[in-house]
């Protein structure tokens, strides 16, 4: 044979990754929005290309960086680029010319190469801290494999935080709303990932996996559908069901949720991990499901459609067994116990991303509820400011009337002053402080916000501080 | 099988089953359930040190030494997450044991391979 030299894999870092991720993120579809939520358009998606070169997707994020603008920023490119395997229709189809144009580019080879291109160094990017996070060792068999999944069936399941934030919130039904439209990604397009799985010839447990995907997708009758079901529960509520409505409330960790599973299900080297976090999930839905169902008619007594959920606690009863008894064993009979540490890794790294979706959660709600609070503090941060005690790093800003700073967060506390003209800052769904001239905000590290300015100009300054406390002394 | 969550490090990092004392273990080389008592005359293995040169763990007492590859390939199996072990022990479910604290060795504390490179 004659030589063809190495083989060289794929590698994109550096400047190149830079302007690649650039180049990507520069489409038309990906602009800023005019508007804070989409209309009927599930091909536009903002991904602030303007900031992108700032950042550095060539390193893996750490744990304690997990909630920074980095990550959201990367949560919302892999979803847009994992999202164009998915069929979508605007619900008003695609008989407006500008529509069509939108979903032509959406799935064009383009987009989707120059997507892929960008793929892989944006999950080492945000998932490669799991590396660090989880780690199996040891001889494990299919014996003490089952002994260790089957704890999970006796342990006590407790409310989540969220579901404390939301029962605890000052404006319950916003959280339970801001709530809802954090499971719009996942839910309208249901077991997409899962369908990743369901392509090939790998024996017996194929067949298991579709019978999972079969209960998700209603078996075939379209009003059993489990995305139907969940926009009703969203109609009820008066929210909308138009993908991607929402884009903007999105935080990143509930994009991390789902992406995790596209993840999985894109790379099939990690199949295993699948099997791990599916029977996660499949074991410890049913009670999720019974707790939301209650949250929801205790927030929307009387109104709140909840089938979605206690459907789920019919149907999803028997997935967790069946994930174990019929795809799990049967597997690691076919392919041996080598693929084992796999299995066991997915299943605690999926617990891991919940934990931080959990906690992200819980405190974008307080950051909401906060808002009148955060609006006070602006006094005595502005005055640490001014008297000089504290210094830092100040960009000033003139922004005309309706310009819209698309939702971000910062990977610091900062401070917002109006110097002139008036802002509506917005801390998350439905919730906002109107800021004056000689007023402001604190602005908290991580928490997702946006704004626009509602006079003819508005001149503000953002500082960042850092970490407010230490202004306050 | 016995399935038992204890600490990595601080409180509640050592786990007794019928006498023996376990620990989990960080070498560079990887990390692992150590059985935390030297089966030479009991000396305290969580103390040991790596050898600089080889994947080898050797007892403070006498200075017997055992394989690392072994303990990660062939040791008790193990799953670490944060600052939490999940152990499948052979016992039988509902075996007594408790939880203690004992100090590692630097070379047992330390930083795993990921960390390092
Ligand atoms: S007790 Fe460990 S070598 Fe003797």
New binding site residues.
């Given amino acids: 044979m004659s030589n063809v030299g190495p083989y060289r894999p794929f590698e994109l870092g550096g400047a190149d990754l830079r302007e690649a991720v650039k180049r990507y993120t520069s489409n038309p579809l990906y602009l800023d929005n005019e508007e804070w939520e989409n209309d009927d358009n599930p091909y536009r998606r903002q991904l602030r290309p303007q900031v992108v070169e700032h950042l550095d997707f060539d390193r893996v994020l750490g744990r304690d960086e997990i909630l920074d603008y980095e990550n959201l920023a990367a949560q919302r490119i892999l979803t847009t680029i994992y999202e164009t395997d998915l069929v979508f229709f605007p619900k008003s189809g695609l008989s407006d010319p500008a529509k069509w144009a939108d979903f032509t580019n959406f799935y064009s080879s383009s987009n989707r190469v120059l997507g892929e291109m960008v793929r892989p160094a944006l999950e080492r990017h945000v998932f490669g801290f799991l590396d660090t996070e989880v780690e199996v060792s040891g001889k494990w068999t299919k014996d003490s494999l089952e002994a260790f999944l089957r704890t999970l069936e006796d342990r006590p399941q407790e409310p989540s935080k969220p579901e404390s934030a939301i029962r605890n919130s000052s404006d319950p039904e916003r959280a339970a709303r801001m709530w809802l439209i954090q499971f719009a990604p996942d839910f309208l397009s249901e077991a997409s990932p899962m369908i990743r799985n369901a392509l090939g010839y790998y024996g017996e447990a194929q067949s298991e996996w579709f019978k999972v995907i079969i209960d998700e997708y209603g078996y075939g009758v379209h009003d059993t559908k489990h995305s139907k079901l969940f926009e009703r529960t969203l109609e009820s509520v008066g929210l909308r069901t138009d993908v991607h409505h929402y884009w903007q409330y999105y935080l990143s960790s509930s994009l991390m949720m789902n992406n995790y599973f596209h993840y999985l299900g894109k790379n099939h080297e990690l199949f295993f991990r699948y099997l791990g976090a599916l029977y996660y999930t499949e074991t410890t839905l049913v009670d999720f499901c019974r707790r939301a169902d209650e949250l929801l008619r205790h927030v929307f007594p009387g109104t709140v459609d909840t089938q979605y959920f206690t459907e789920h606690v019919h149907i999803d009863q028997h997935h967790g067994r069946m994930a174990l008894e019929k795809i799990i064993l049967p597997v690691v009979e076919a392919c041996g116990e080598a693929v084992i540490p796999e299995i066991v890794r997915g299943f605690e790294e999926f617990q891991v991303i919940a934990e931080i979706a959990d906690e992200d959660f819980a405190r974008q709600i307080a950051w909401m509820d906060g808002g009148p609070r955060n609006k006070e503090l602006h006094a005595p941060v502005w005055e640490a400011i001014q008297s000089g005690r504290v210094s830092a790093p100040v960009a000033h800003i003139v922004e005309p009337h309706g310009e819209l700073s698309n939702t971000h967060c910062h990977n610091g506390d900062e401070l917002c002053h109006i110097v002139s003209g008036t802002m509506r800052f917005v801390s998350g769904f439905n919730s906002f402080q109107i800021l004056e001239a000689g007023e402001g905000t604190v602005i908290n590290r991580n928490r997702l916000h946006g704004a626009i300015i509602e006079s003819d100009e508005c001149v503000y300054e953002i500082h960042s501080v850092g970490d407010y406390e230490k202004c306050l002394s | 099988m016995l399935v038992l969550s204890f600490a990595v490090s601080g409180a509640g990092n050592c786990v007794t089953v019928e006498d023996m004392p376990y620990v989990y273990a960080r070498s560079r080389l990887g990390s692992f359930v150590l059985p935390a008592r030297?089966?030479?005359?009991?000396?305290p293995?969580h103390l040991a040190t790596v050898e600089p040169d080889r994947a080898r763990l050797v007892?403070?007492?006498?200075?017997?030494a055992s394989s690392v590859r072994r303990a990660l390939s062939s040791g008790v199996p193990v799953v670490r997450n944060g600052n939490r072990a999940t152990a499948v022990f052979p016992h039988d479910a509902g075996t007594p044991h408790h939880l203690t604290h004992r100090p590692l060795s630097a070379d047992l504390a330390g930083k795993t391979l990921e960390d390092r490179s």
């Fill in positions: 030297c089966p030479h005359r009991g000396g293995l007892c403070p007492w006498h200075e017997r």
